[in-house]
């Protein structure tokens, strides 16, 4: 019994002032979905310290939900390494990059008012249905600047898109930072998005018959995460991102190698696990497919991430060590070179 | 079209350290449950200012989730003036006045070694059973020292029993910083808890025959309803608290009266509204009965409230204040008899 | 391995006319919710063969919903021994039995209309503001007319509703033919819904005095529970009802017995046990306070009652046989005497 | 006020015997998502009998969950006409073309223990790794049986492996019957599940170096929404089906088209909107976008899909009259030549 009832809940105390990293150090004595939280900033900082290569998987509308900084934030400071993202994401990403804006906006607003004056709503976001359109333009136009005559895999796309916005001196953002910190972007249904929107508009008009490599995508998260020495993962929501990093371990297999599964794993989530569906499932069930390793630390929050987000990664700005060991990739080269 | 857009979403920027209020402040500019979030805090901090009864409701296990020293901030500083909880969480608060400790504990532990070793789990919260049932004792012999020819409404049940706390020099908590306070306390189910479990145990050992006048409370936090100048309300889940509080603005016409709607209200929940329970339902909702106001200003935060409520503590900490409309209650003369 | 691979997912197949139970025995082939569902339906017919008194706790606002026939049948069928129901239910109850609708309403209509039309609403339920306060008004004369030298357990309060409403011939509902079954009814937050506020205007008014004993009530679902040869449950939603016939079991101390926990448990439930509260909890959590039986057979249905209800229901009505082994109460003398 | 008041709920009569249509009919006079669930049937039955093209997006692991047969009676009685869905589902489905099984399974399994056995759980269902890995070796050999000199989308894709099932004589399923049936399936994310592992495996050991035109799945799917007279939706999840489908609405523009949104609209979803994601989005959200007509009819059931789902298709094909409509594709030509 005494190994069971060692470490007391500790009643979380007001304090007059405290900073974000202290609010989570106090938070790891509570319980429920506040412990929780406090894990995960510090399995993530577990990592950070650790030789791991962290990829970062990223689902829900969160750059309309204004989580673009946090993104560039981690990109820049090189807490993550690799992101497979939703085209929404990256694409709204670029929306603002454009110059323009996400406003906030009333969750009960009258919709079909909002479409006669051209506002595309999510949840408390509206956008102008306008700027998206020549967002989409934007993206025709760049597909049509690529080689038509080689398929692209959407890293080299999206890095490519990136360098395009850096050389235009375009506002900070996910694409922009990771182009210059070398960090690879994978997006699994690139189609699936208002990218795809855009390149459909400029294949139709002639400007573009753009293919991507999809299969060569899979091979190289999957190199990515064979040559590294150990592997975490922190998931934003579910969806193909958070699906697309759990099977590069089950996909190693491919390449003669057994992986242990990811050493350490955190996710943020709003889904739960009695549904069945890969978004809301545990770590312990990627346990069975050595998604997960045997001895993973891993935890789950149940959160909207526009809160858990935020607060781990200013944590980590108060509190986190520089990382030593930052991984090498095999595609490193091949993204310099087109540096 | 230019009335709708007109508040760009801010992106969070991420900061060396940064402390709490600033973290609240940073989230209203994005979007989701963080800006309902930094809406609590905000309304909260409106009532604080405005001459208006703060009624709190508290539900769920957030006592053995280390949220009793938020409790008991909220009451020494009156940023709320009337408390109606669970009473599994006033039983929690007990079993640490006592000196007893809730255990951090493993959701996925095996349950059945556990009840062999007796060991009470709540999530990944851990109990003595053992030091449970002399709570339980610990309430038998206090109803048997009250005045068995009487019925106690549970406000005064529970203030007395603050005072026995207070007056043995027992740990700081809910029961006897209200007590000090001049909190009222009501538990509409009193009897579906511990409490009710150690009545019950005295009964049957003849030592006492307690009775609870229950439409007494139902009265009296009308009266406190009717006779404040303006209402506003916090819900930590849902359950009988949020119900009781709720139903105080549709029963004043027993009174006579009209009343307004609550003018402020806040809840955190993990419910949804599509189910249609009274837990989850929206404030919007409540205007239809005229438990809101129809003017009122009101948010629904969709989070943990073990994350988000000792983040809008913390911050109205760093940030309110002083009140200086406190509310007098048409109670405040017995509850000082009784001091 | 072949322990594990024996029983195949079976696909549900879809043939042109199927009855509601074999809906149910398809859905048992399959998997996540439907399995569940399935397994529930199974169980509680497991519960009628056995000789066992079975618990149903009802949370939610299921009347307003359409359950008060299901309810009505299960307690004229005897598929259920003892129901513990919030108020706001009872009342709903009250209200049809009185002749007045609820109505079908539009989850997103304009509350502030609604309210000025006196409409109260309860997601996509309509009811009239007026004919609730006649209901109130009721309950408020009802509630003079009794024994105003005494007090009352919930269980005899509603056991004599249901006859007064018997005696006037109301329309049949859950109140009267629970009087009818001798099936006793307990509201652990009795005060806490317009069966409350009733009485509340009756004591303003100088109508009545009346009192509760609800430590009474607690001792007396425990004695039914002690005096049970097993115990089963089936609870909708979480709230006072499901806590108050899970601690029946751990209550059972007080009486010098040890109770092996309930033998079966059923719980339909849209909430998760993520956040920790009662309401969403396990059955396994169940478990380790000795609520349920270590070898319990129990399964959790997460979904909207008001379609899972319906259908288990159905099933049995279609497929179960009569019970052989009703329960016996201790409380049944007195029933009778008041019949 | 009686505009409001007109239709009461009536509450659910339990029967000797009812069959599933009847059991969606009383639903349909009750409240919450068994309301919503029966206009969900009642909706389907109406685009059933009007000129409109249907589309159903598929997501959530409804194919270890026994939903395969739901499938295919929708494919071969043409209640769908279009089908996008995750490629997990379709790997699953020609798991079980194949001969193999899901298998029930425990959700509280030990799963270290379950890697070790070399079964993967998803849920409460198991699978064998290794039957899963020659599914994958499958993929390998049927991609590389391709011509590699011209990329395909991925309808022409699962179009030729539905085809190649069915001449191998493999078990009836989704790929199978909608080869057959010329019902076009997409697959916005094909590399993102054991269909892209298995082209990942056959790549990397030079079988196939096979390429998608993602690009031209977008336009094709805009396509068939644009030659349509009307369109309805279906969603089962969310994920990439539900969004690639909406988006064909929006996408309309790029052939100089402005559409009017789908005319019928039905989801099943477990998530919900306050999270901000497309996947638990509201259809009224969807209106702001133009992706539901303004006049649409349109609901949302909050269910877990293995319940719902056979409910209403069970209730489809008691009651629905044959479609004298079938809308045809643009694609039709290009399907039938490879039949």
Redesign the interface.
Same mark, same amino acid.
């Given at each position: 019994?005494d190994e069971?009832?060692?470490?007391?809940?500790?009643?979380?105390? +007001?304090?007059?002032?405290?900073?974000?990293?202290e !609010?989570v150090t106090?938070?790891a004595?509570?319980?429920?979905?506040?412990?929780n !939280?406090a894990q995960g900033a510090e399995i993530w900082s577990q990592m950070l310290k650790d030789e791991v290569t962290i990829f970062f998987g990223l689902? %829900?509308?969160m750059i309309?939900?204004?989580?673009?900084?946090?993104m560039v934030?981690l990109i820049e400071n090189r807490l993550i390494d690799c992101l497979v993202a939703t085209g929404?994401n990256l694409f709204h990403d670029l929306h603002?990059s454009l110059g323009r804006?996400?406003?906030?906006?009333n969750?009960?607003?009258d919709?079909?008012e !909002?479409?006669k /004056?051209?506002?595309?709503? +999510?949840?408390?976001?509206?956008m102008?249905?306008d700027e998206f359109?020549e967002g989409e333009g934007y993206i025709a136009e760049f597909s049509s600047s690529l080689d038509q005559d080689r398929?692209y895999t959407t890293r080299e796309y999206l890095f490519l898109l990136g360098k395009k916005l850096c050389a235009e001196g375009k506002a900070e953002g996910i694409l922009t930072s990771a182009a210059r910190a070398n960090i690879p972007i994978y997006c699994?249904? +690139? %189609?699936?998005?208002?990218l795809?929107?855009g390149?459909?508009?400029g294949?139709?008009?002639k400007q573009n018959k /753009? !293919?991507?490599?999809?299969?060569?995508?899979?091979?190289e998260i999957?190199q990515i995460a064979v040559s590294a020495p150990a592997t975490g993962v922190i998931y934003v929501?579910g969806?193909?991102p958070k699906?697309?990093i759990q099977?590069a371990e089950?996909?190693s297999?491919?390449?003669g190698k057994e992986l242990e599964g990811h050493k350490y794993a955190v996710q943020i989530t709003?889904?739960?696990?009695?549904?069945?569906?890969?978004?809301g499932?545990t770590f312990?069930? %990627?346990?069975?497919?050595?998604k997960e390793a045997?001895s993973a630390r891993m935890v789950?929050i149940?959160?909207?991430a526009?809160?858990?987000l935020? +607060?781990i990664?200013?944590a980590l700005?108060?509190t986190a060590t520089k990382r030593r060991n930052l991984p090498t990739f095999v595609l490193d080269r091949e993204l310099k070179v087109e540096n």
């Open positions: 019994m069971h009832l060692h470490t007391p809940v500790t009643p979380f105390p +007001i304090s007059p002032k405290s900073s974000v990293s !609010l106090k938070m004595g509570t319980s429920f979905q506040a412990r !939280l689902a %829900g509308a309309p939900a204004g989580m673009r900084r946090v934030y929404a603002e804006f996400h406003y906030q906006g969750p009960r607003a919709d079909r !909002l479409c /004056l051209g506002i595309d709503r +999510i949840r408390d976001v509206y102008s249905d359109v398929p699994p249904a +690139i %189609g699936d998005s208002a795809g929107i390149m459909a508009g294949r139709v008009k /753009l !293919l991507f490599d999809i299969v060569q995508d899979v091979i999957t929501g969806g193909t699906n697309f099977q089950v996909t297999y491919i390449f709003t889904d739960s696990p009695q549904w069945g569906g890969l978004s499932c312990e069930e %990627g346990k069975s497919w050595g045997p789950t149940n959160s909207d526009t809160i858990a935020p +607060i990664v200013s700005a108060e």
